[in-house]
């Protein structure tokens, strides 16, 4: 059985389109925090910023890795 978006152009469209809004949404989150105020204390530095990309590419060589490990696709 195919997904809904692989048979339903119009559902494809619409995920499509939620997926670009929310994109929009984070980086525009993301720009107000490179805005702050001059004299504002910085939380958070280097280290939690290389934890954080530690985690991001762990996750990601996971999700790509699990298949092959649990033997999927038969």
């Given amino acids: 059985m195919k997904p809904y ?37 910085k939380v958070g530095g280097r280290s939690w910023r290389v934890f954080a990309w530690t985690c991001v590419v762990a996750a990601n060589v996971l999700l790509y890795l699990a298949p092959r490990a649990l033997g999927w696709p038969p």
Avoid at 21 to 36: H, I, M, T
């Fill in 5 to 41: 978006v692989d048979t339903n152009h119009a559902a494809g469209l619409l995920l499509l389109l939620v997926t670009l809004a929310w994109a929009v949404l984070e980086l525009a989150a993301f720009a107000r925090g490179l805005n702050a105020r001059k004299g504002a204390t």
